[in-house]
C-alpha cells in the first residue's frame, strides 16, 4: 500500500504542475482569426456604398471574434473538468493507499468480511462517479471547442473572399448578393 501513497502524492505533484502550466499566460489560448482590416480598401469604384460594405465585413468579423470566444471558453471548461477528473483519480489513488490492506505474507485465506470503512467505499464511489461525469463533459467540451475554432475560421476564409467577389462586382445586384451570402454563411 505504500505504493499506491507515492502513486497519489505524484499524482497530485504532477496536477499542481499541470495547473500552473495551464494559468501561465498564452499557454492555452487559441488566438482569434486574424482578417485585414477594412480600412480604406472599400474607397474606390463600388457598385455599393462602402459604409454599407463596411457595416457587412464587421458584422461578420464581430461573429468570427465570438465563436472563437465562445471555443476558447469551451476549451478552458475543458481543461477544468480535465483537472477534476485527475483530482479525483488521485483522490481515488490515495483513499486506496492510506486504508487499503496490503495482501497477508502468509498462506491463510483471506477475510472477505474485512474491507474499508463503509464511508470510504462510498467516498470511492462518489470520486469515481466524479471522475466519469468530468471525463465525459471535458471530452464533449474539448471537441465542441475544436468546432468552434473551425468555424471562426471558416467565417475569416468567407470574409478574405467575399471581399475580393465584392471588389470584383459588375453591378449593385451582385455586390449585394455578395453581401447577403456573407451575412446567411457567418451567420449559420
Partial sequence: MYAFKIVACLLFILLAAWIIYAVLPGS?????????GLGNAFEGNLQLPADKIQTAFSSARDR???????????????????????AATACITLIVGFFGRAPQPDAAAPVHTE???????????????????TTAFSSMSLSKAQDYFARA????????????????????DEAQAVLDDLELKSAR
Avoid at 28 to 36: E, F, G, K
Avoid at 153 to 172: G, W
Fill in 115 to 133: 474491507g474499508l470503512p463503509v464511508r470510504t467505499v462510498r467516498l470511492i464511489g462518489l470520486l469515481a462517479s466524479i471522475a466519469a461525469v
Fill in 64 to 86: 468570427m471574434l465570438l465563436v472563437n470566444q465562445v471555443g476558447a471558453r469551451l476549451h478552458m471548461a475543458g481543461n477544468i473538468t480535465a483537472w477534476l477528473t485527475f
Fill in 28 to 36: 492555452a489560448v487559441h488566438p482569434a482569426p486574424q482578417v485585414l
Fill in 153 to 172: 475560421d471558416s467565417i475569416r476564409e468567407l470574409i478574405v473572399h467575399d471581399r475580393a467577389q465584392v471588389i470584383s462586382a459588375k453591378d449593385p
